[in-house]
């Protein structure tokens, strides 16, 4: 049950927030609390201890205060940012993590090249009539939670936690 537990919420609530991002650019807050609150519930019977548990946090912590300052400077929008913490802290402070975040860099810098070169033929895709959510033609963002979903389905086999879903490791 656990195991499932695991192996659903994390990925369900990262497409969710990807689908989300893509047709509205907006990330509800109920996802991070769901991931969160998750992890807070299956981390104690998949033997974590309370120093591992408050490892996981600090490293959502640690994601949070980058992510913080980037949505200070405007970079970064408010869901992105609490999406992406909240997801840091299902992979800890270790490899995986790393991992997770090279990933959510890359999917994010061709996510970027890609809307932006949409948004310069803007008027040839509405002449094809091409299906195109509005807000990625008209909106001067980019839903970067479609880069952080990518990045979690291609890191979280990775993490621990997957990892011991999976009967691999012991987390």
Not at 83 to 108: C, E, K, P, Q, R
Not at 115 to 143: A, C, D, F, W
């Amino acid at each position: 049950m656990i195991s499932a537990a695991i192996m659903v919420i994390f990925p369900l609530c990262m497409a969710m927030a990807a689908c989300s991002d893509l047709l509205t650019m907006t990330i509800p807050n109920r996802i991070s609390v769901v991931l969160l609150a998750s992890f807070l519930a299956v981390a104690p019977f998949v033997g974590l201890t309370l120093h591992q548990i408050l490892l996981h946090l600090g490293a959502g912590g640690a994601v949070f205060a980058v992510c913080f300052a980037l949505f200070a400077f405007g970079v970064m929008g408010g869901g992105d940012a609490k999406v992406l913490t909240a997801s840091a802290v299902w992979f800890g402070l270790n490899d995986s993590l790393v991992t997770y975040l090279i990933w959510v860099s890359v999917f994010g810098g061709l996510l970027s090249i890609l809307i932006l070169m949409m948004r310069s033929q803007h008027n040839l895709i509405l002449v094809y009539g091409i299906p195109v959510p509005e807000t990625m033609l008209h909106k001067k963002k980019i839903p970067y939670g479609v880069a952080i979903g990518a990045a979690a389905f291609m890191a979280y086999p990775s993490a621990p936690l997957m990892q011991s879903a999976l009967g691999l490791v012991q987390p």
